[in-house]
């Protein structure tokens, strides 16, 4: 396959149309581990995986990584008006298992007191950050970067890990605005009924409909003296199970109905049952769209797409 790639040309046309839609584009350079594909490309500043995590992450040993990841954020920040960057820092440990014998993180680790992987990944983000700090952008993270001593006026935590309300805890702590994003229920690439088989699911548990719609910060942690930290909800759609459109329109629709009720109603507010009747008048602009979703009404109706090509059948709503 040959390389892909966005020209800057698309990506200032992918930035036009949402901000004509008043949608935001808000870039994501995942550092220092999910870097294989760019590893890929530029071997010469990886720092080594794991088996099932070829080459995963960038070597914080050498100087070279930082210039060259900091003028990709200095192009990035150009095309994108965001003023924010998401700099990932999730899931290092996946492949960050030759750093200790690595010659340049261990002059690394030597010149600079660190005394283990951990200190040189905050070490690592600390320096990306600054990069991102002084380009006047709000610089994003993952959760596992809430223990990471950043400004939290210039800093945004995303927290993914519901089965640790700890770190939201810490992130909430220290005083960093937070966004809600826990895998389960707001990870779209999850399954979304107990008959589908073609996707992701945590310890069995998969994410409906009516999780979606009931999710509640509470069930986690009593947020109510830091909620003004907490800047809103989102959905995650990783696309490893993603085959074609049809797919992602059956993974979003309509579970992003129910996520957008979360963003503007209260948990006491909300009716679940008053949102599945006003849902089915959706359900017909879904399919006057021309989207493939799935029917919480007729599920028969709408099977789960795996590798089905443009000639899908369409159903009717039957509403």
């Not at 790639?5 to 350079?29: D, G, H, L, M, N």
């Not at 920040?77 to 960050?96: C, K, R, T, W």
């Not at 939290?152 to 089965?163: A, E, G, L, S």
């Not at 700890?166 to 605005?177: C, Q």
């Amino acid at each position: 396959m040959p390389a892909q790639y966005y020209t800057q040309e698309q990506i200032k046309e992918i930035v036009s149309y949402a901000a004509q839609r008043f949608i935001t584009v808000i870039p994501e350079i995942d550092m220092p581990g999910h870097a294989t594909a760019a590893n890929k490309a530029y071997p010469e500043f990886s720092g080594g995986g794991a088996p099932g995590h070829p080459e995963f992450t960038f070597n914080p040993g050498k100087e070279e990584t930082y210039t060259y990841l900091s003028n990709i954020l200095r192009e990035t920040n150009a095309l994108f008006p965001a003023q924010m960057i998401h700099l990932g820092g999730d899931e290092v440990s996946y492949g960050n298992q030759k750093w200790p014998t690595n010659p340049d993180i261990q002059r690394l680790m030597a010149s600079h007191g660190l005394k283990d992987v951990k200190t040189v990944e905050r070490y690592f983000m600390k320096r990306m950050a600054d990069s991102v700090y002084m380009r006047n952008a709000k610089l994003l993270l993952w959760d596992e970067m809430a223990e990471v001593d950043l400004p939290v006026d210039k800093t945004i935590i995303y927290w993914w890990r519901q089965d640790r309300p700890d770190v939201l805890e810490l992130a909430l702590k220290k005083g960093f605005k937070t966004v809600l994003c826990p895998r389960l229920p707001f990870y779209f690439d999850f399954v979304q009924d107990s008959t589908h088989t073609n996707g992701r699911k945590w310890n069995k548990l998969y994410n409906s409909l009516q999780n979606v719609y009931n999710f509640s910060v509470d069930q986690y942690m009593n947020v109510s003296a830091q909620k003004d930290l907490i800047l809103g909800v989102q959905a995650d759609l990783w696309t490893e199970t993603v085959q074609n459109e049809q797919r992602l329109d059956f993974l979003l629709f309509p579970r992003i109905t129910a996520l957008a009720e979360v963003g503007w109603t209260a948990k006491e507010d909300r009716d679940y049952q008053g949102y599945m009747e006003r849902l089915k008048g959706h359900l017909k602009l879904f399919q006057e769209a021309g989207l493939y979703y799935y029917n919480p009404f007729y599920p028969a109706r709408s099977p789960e797409p795996v590798k089905i090509g443009a000639g899908i059948k369409r159903f009717d709503t039957g509403l």
